[in-house]
C-alpha cells in the first residue's frame, strides 16, 4: 500500500522559517514529478511548488518564488519544502502530491494542475502568525 506522509507544519511568526518534509512508502517514486500543494479556508487548492524525477526541473507560484525552495533525496524517498519569510498569507493546510508515472520534465501548466497528481498526503497544518 502506497503511503505519502507530510510533517513539519506548526505555528510560526510571520518572517520565520519552517521545513516541510514528505516521505513515501510502499512503492519508489525516484523518476515522478512530486510537488507541494497547499489549501487556505474557503480556497482552492493552490500549486507551491515541483520538481521533476531527476531533480533538474523546478518551478515555484509566483507567490513563493525567491521564499521557498523545494528538494528531494531519491536515497530516502524524501521531498522536502524550505519555507523562509513566513507571511499570513502562507496560512494554509500544505499537501504532497506524487505523480505515478516516470516522466521527464513537465510543462509548468502541467505540474500546476492538481489531476496529474495519483497520490497525495493527508497535509500538515501551517499557521503564520502577526
Known amino acids: 500500500q502506497v503511503q505519502v506522509v507530510e510533517s513539519g507544519g506548526g505555528l510560526v511568526q510571520a518572517g520565520g522559517s519552517l521545513n516541510l518534509s514528505c516521505t513515501t512508502s510502499g512503492r519508489t517514486f525516484s523518476r515522478s514529478t512530486m510537488s507541494w500543494f497547499r489549501q487556505a479556508p474557503g480556497k482552492e487548492r493552490e500549486f507551491v511548488a515541483s520538481?521533476?524525477?531527476?531533480?533538474?526541473?523546478?518551478y515555484y507560484a509566483d507567490s513563493v518564488k525567491g521564499r521557498f525552495t523545494i528538494s528531494r533525496d531519491i536515497t530516502k524517498n524524501l521531498l522536502s519544502l524550505q519555507m523562509n519569510d513566513l507571511r499570513r498569507e502562507d496560512t494554509a493546510v500544505y499537501y504532497c502530491?506524487?505523480?505515478?508515472?516516470?516522466?521527464?520534465?513537465?510543462?509548468?501548466?502541467?505540474?500546476?494542475?492538481?489531476?496529474?497528481?495519483?497520490?497525495w498526503g493527508q497535509g500538515t497544518q501551517v499557521t503564520v502568525s502577526s
Open positions: 520538481i521533476s524525477g531527476n531533480g533538474l526541473k523546478v
Open positions: 502530491a506524487a505523480d505515478d508515472s516516470p516522466s521527464g520534465a513537465y510543462s509548468f501548466s502541467t505540474v500546476i494542475s492538481p489531476r496529474l497528481y495519483d497520490y
